[in-house]
């Protein structure tokens, strides 16, 4: 497995229960180019590429092309939220984390319009705002293997955490009435049916032998 700068935990996750190594093609720079791109010397190759941006996806693409022009098939280049969503969808694997099949993403617009609507019922300043929307992913990364979607209340004393968990429930409920899950729910989601279904990991693992991803 060659990964490249892996920073977020769940990512890591993913590249570790999604492949399965062998040892099948070599890569190397293309010496004439400031900003080499792989060169494919074996062609039959399962490759899956992991990149936090679209740009950077096709960009990877492009340079993959350019570089070996006889090349008849493309690895599969898309964001780590691509893989993800792709794992989701696949076979119908999104029954087992208990979606509906005609759940949708969360995109950016549409959370920027949640969050805000949950702020005002909330009555909640904008720093107290800018500041939960943050907490947000850092609590679903921490309490991903919880069975809950919400955080019980009771035992907490600050106020302002007291606040963020009021908001983190109510930002949990209306995804769900919504049918919509966020970005990390892509993750996260997709880690979990690698983990607890040996079926769908053994699947990924036979048809992808590396995985590349990005930072």
Same mark, same amino acid.
């Given at each position: 497995?060659? %990964?490249?700068?892996?920073?977020?935990?769940?990512?890591?996750?993913?590249?570790?229960?999604?492949?399965?190594?062998?040892?099948?093609?070599?890569?190397?720079?293309?010496?004439?180019?400031?900003?080499?791109?792989?060169?494919?010397?074996?062609?039959?190759?399962?490759?899956?590429?992991?990149?936090?941006?679209?740009?950077?996806?096709?960009?990877?693409?492009?340079?993959?092309?350019?570089?070996?022009?006889?090349?008849?098939?493309?690895?599969?280049?898309?964001?780590?939220?691509?893989?993800?969503?792709?794992?989701?969808?696949?076979?119908?694997?999104?029954?087992? %984390?208990?979606?509906?099949?005609?759940?949708?993403?969360?995109?950016?617009?549409?959370?920027?319009?949640?969050?805000?609507?949950?702020?005002?019922?909330?009555?909640?300043?904008?720093?107290?705002?800018?500041?939960?929307?943050?907490?947000?992913?850092?609590?679903?990364?921490?309490?991903?293997?919880?069975?809950?979607?919400?955080?019980?209340?009771?035992?907490?004393?600050?106020?302002?955490?007291?606040?963020?968990?009021?908001?983190?429930?109510?930002?949990?409920?209306?995804?769900?009435?919504?049918?919509?899950?966020?970005?990390?729910?892509?993750?996260?989601?997709?880690?979990?049916?690698?983990?607890?279904?040996?079926?769908?990991?053994?699947?990924?693992?036979?048809?992808?032998?590396?995985?590349?991803?990005?930072?």
């Amino acid at each position: 497995v060659w %990964v490249i700068n892996p920073v977020i935990p769940y990512l890591v996750q993913i590249r570790c229960y999604f492949i399965s190594v062998r040892i099948a093609a070599v890569f190397a720079s293309d010496p004439s180019k400031n900003h080499p791109a792989p060169i494919v010397k074996q062609k039959e190759i399962d490759l899956c590429s992991g990149w936090k941006h679209i740009s950077a996806a096709r960009n990877f693409r492009e340079r993959i092309q350019n570089a070996n022009p006889d090349l008849t098939q493309l690895p599969n280049i898309s964001t780590i939220h691509g893989l993800a969503l792709k794992i989701l969808k696949e076979n119908e694997n999104y029954e087992r %984390v208990g979606l509906n099949p005609n759940f949708e993403i969360c995109d950016d617009s549409q959370r920027v319009t949640l969050i805000k609507n949950i702020g005002d019922r909330l009555h909640l300043t904008q720093q107290y705002l800018t500041d939960f929307e943050r907490g947000v992913s850092v609590l679903k990364m921490n309490n991903q293997n919880s069975k809950e979607n919400t955080i019980e209340t009771q035992n907490i004393k600050d106020k302002k955490l007291t606040k963020f968990v009021e908001f983190f429930n109510e930002y949990q409920k209306t995804l769900q009435e919504q049918n919509l899950i966020d970005y990390d729910d892509m993750l996260i989601l997709s880690v979990k049916l690698l983990k607890n279904n040996p079926d769908i990991r053994s699947h990924y693992e036979n048809i992808c032998e590396y995985v590349i991803e990005d930072e």
